[in-house]
């Protein structure tokens, strides 16, 4: 088997991206959303787990549920939380084994789940949501003026409405 030399594998790269992305328009700035997402989710994520032992999506299961007033349909929580259905399914189970949230059946439907927020899921949040949002605002709130802030939050929204509906 033959093994290509590194510059001739980026050459060929290279030129995937400039028949795909005319002039390279924006490659940079994907780059660089990519990288700044996936450090201040690792960042964030070892912070809450170090300081309160809660992991960041248990966290934001949690926060989803009290945003919405401390239930939800597990459909509506794992399109809020960003997790497949399934991965939603398994991740309340162990929150359930936790005492954090319970289950219980929709009234209007008894296929429906309905996921609440318990006591000890609410006072477990308490805690957590202080070393959340200080890390939010250490790591990126602080790091941009409200002109950027308000560029960016624009930008990415178009971006998903128009992926969401586009």
């Known amino acids: 088997m033959q093994v290509l030399s590194e510059p001739d594998v980026a050459a060929h790269f290279d030129r995937i991206l400039a028949r795909e992305v005319p002039g390279m328009r924006g490659l940079q700035a994907w780059d660089a959303l990519l990288r700044s997402h996936a450090t201040l989710l690792r960042q964030l994520e070892n912070d809450l787990e170090s300081k309160t032992g809660l992991a960041l999506a248990d966290f934001d299961v949690l926060a989803q549920l009290a945003i919405a007033g401390g239930s939800l349909r597990m459909t509506e929580l794992a399109d809020r939380a960003l997790i497949s259905r399934s991965g939603m399914t398994r991740r309340v189970t162990r929150l359930v084994h936790?005492?954090?949230?319970?289950?219980?059946?929709?009234?209007?439907?008894?296929?429906g789940v309905v996921v609440q927020l318990t006591n000890s899921g609410l006072k477990r949040l308490t805690v957590a949501a202080p070393v959340h949002i200080r890390g939010v605002s250490d790591l990126f709130l602080a790091k941009l003026d409200d002109q950027e802030l308000a560029v960016l939050?624009?930008?990415?929204?178009?971006?998903?409405?128009?992926?969401?509906?586009?």
Request: aromatic letters at 4%; a neutral charge; hydrophobic letters at 45%.
């Open 98 to 111: 936790e005492g954090l949230v319970r289950r219980a059946h929709a009234d209007a439907d008894a296929r």
């Open 153 to 166: 939050a624009t930008a990415l929204a178009k971006v998903t409405i128009d992926c969401t509906f586009g």
